[in-house]
């Protein structure tokens, strides 16, 4: 006599979705690509850095919408355990990693966003996305006082640096975790977010 599918136990999946997997991947290269961007703008040519810092928004602005898309996507489909024989302070601290990196995925694009928003010449000079649409700045923002405005665009932009090392350090952090678990302890994680 077979069990009818509703009294079947649930086995947690093994890999993650392919919509995760290529969401994953996607905010990674573009994450990594703007910080290629921002580090590079000072030392380059000067007509080349206002098309490099308008890619760099449109950019940022594309991983602040994949990122909620894929803070959905996780809530609504479920992640594949982690390997039962990893050490409780090493799962705790991969959930961690993750809530940080995810915090870091709106916080950096948010923070470059309210900082371009209190930048003094931004009614002056619109915001594309990819040169394709005016992108709009954050009103509330742009409406405030004169002097405050600068005082914020110093103290975003601050926090938007600030937000990068932090994601650098994770980032670091992340990979190495899974390097070492690859390599060292030979209990492979990677296969469960290669495509």
Same mark, same amino acid.
């Given at each position: 006599? @077979?069990?009818? &599918?509703?009294?079947?136990?649930? %086995?947690?999946?093994?890999? +993650? =979705?392919? =919509?995760?997997? /290529?969401?994953?991947?996607?905010?990674? *290269?573009?994450?990594?690509a703007?910080? *290629?961007?921002?580090?590079?703008?000072?030392?380059?040519?000067? %007509?080349?850095?206002?098309?490099?810092?308008?890619?760099?928004?449109?950019?940022?602005?594309?991983?602040?919408?994949?990122? !909620?898309?894929?803070?959905?996507?996780? *809530?609504?489909?479920?992640?594949?355990?982690?390997?039962?024989?990893?050490?409780?302070?090493?799962?705790?601290?991969a959930?961690?990693?993750?809530?940080?990196? +995810?915090?870091?995925?709106?916080?950096?694009?948010?923070?470059?966003?309210?900082?371009?928003?209190?930048?003094?010449? &931004?009614a @002056?000079?619109?915001?594309?996305?990819?040169?394709l649409?005016?992108?709009?700045?954050?009103?509330f923002?742009?409406?405030?006082?004169?002097?405050?405005?600068?005082?914020?665009?110093?103290?975003?932009?601050? !926090?938007?640096?600030?937000?990068? +090392?932090?994601? +650098? &350090? !994770?980032? &670091?952090?992340?990979i190495?975790?899974?390097?070492?678990?690859?390599?060292?302890?030979?209990? /492979?994680?990677?296969?469960?977010?290669?495509?």
């Amino acid at each position: 006599m @077979t069990t009818p &599918a509703h009294f079947e136990s649930y %086995d947690p999946p093994s890999r +993650y =979705t392919r =919509t995760a997997v /290529s969401l994953h991947w996607l905010i990674a *290269v573009l994450m990594i690509a703007n910080v *290629v961007l921002g580090l590079s703008a000072d030392s380059l040519p000067d %007509d080349w850095v206002r098309p490099v810092i308008d890619t760099h928004k449109s950019i940022g602005i594309t991983v602040l919408g994949l990122a !909620l898309m894929r803070i959905l996507w996780r *809530v609504s489909h479920r992640p594949p355990a982690l390997p039962a024989v990893f050490p409780k302070w090493e799962r705790a601290a991969a959930h961690l990693a993750h809530l940080l990196l +995810y915090a870091l995925m709106i916080g950096l694009p948010l923070s470059g966003w309210l900082h371009d928003s209190a930048w003094k010449d &931004a009614a @002056t000079h619109p915001m594309r996305l990819f040169d394709l649409f005016q992108w709009p700045r954050i009103g509330f923002v742009m409406h405030l006082d004169p002097a405050l405005k600068e005082r914020l665009h110093d103290r975003f932009g601050a !926090l938007h640096t600030w937000l990068g +090392y932090g994601l +650098y &350090a !994770l980032l &670091a952090l992340h990979i190495g975790g899974a390097l070492k678990h690859q390599w060292i302890d030979r209990h /492979s994680v990677l296969k469960r977010m290669m495509p």
